[in-house]
Structures are given as C-alpha cells and as structure tokens.
C-alpha cells in the first residue's frame, strides 16, 4: 500500500522556485530519478516561509533510499534558504470512494 510523504522545509519559497527555473535539467533529472526509485506523484507548494513536498511512494523505504542517494536533494535545500533540517511525516494512503 502506498504512502504519501509531507516534507516540510523553513525556507523561502520564491528561492526554490528560481533555482527550479533556472535549472530544469537538474530538476527533471532528479524527478526521473524519483520515478526509477518508485516514486508515483511529487509535488512543491509554499506557505510562509515554509515549503513542502507532497510525494506518493511504495513505501519509505523506497523513498529513504532515493533521499539518502540523491546530493542534488540537499542541493536544492540549500538554494531554498533551508534553515535546519526538514520534517518529513508518512501517512498511510486511503484507498476509497470519493478520491479524484
């Protein structure tokens, strides 16, 4: 059964989505390397001061291991203004009616 990750990063949103646009290469690349590794969906969103990843992988395992594997990750951090170290939580995926 799948789970659904919420990686939560202090960091400046605007940072992340500047070096996201100036370096698609290395952004699709790492998203490719994601997918070889098992992940389904990934996406950013900002809040205030605040940037999270919503991911849908197997199971952690398999996203601890693209996580541990991939520099360019803590890459991306660090031009994000990355103040400390990430949250990441796992929730179990709900299979059901109503879903879209």
Avoid: C
């Amino acid at each position: 059964m799948s789970v659904i990750l919420v990686l939560r990063l202090k960091g400046d949103p605007e940072a992340l989505e500047r070096f996201a646009n100036a370096n698609p290469e290395l952004m699709d690349g790492l998203a490719a390397a994601g997918r070889e590794l098992g992940g389904v969906r990934h996406t950013f969103a900002a809040g205030d001061g605040e940037i999270l990843v919503v991911d849908e992988w197997p199971d952690e395992a398999s996203f601890q291991r693209f996580f541990d594997s991939q520099p360019d990750v803590h890459r991306i951090m660090e031009a994000a203004g990355a103040q400390g170290p990430p949250e990441i939580t796992f929730y179990r995926k709900i299979e059901g009616p109503g879903q879209f």
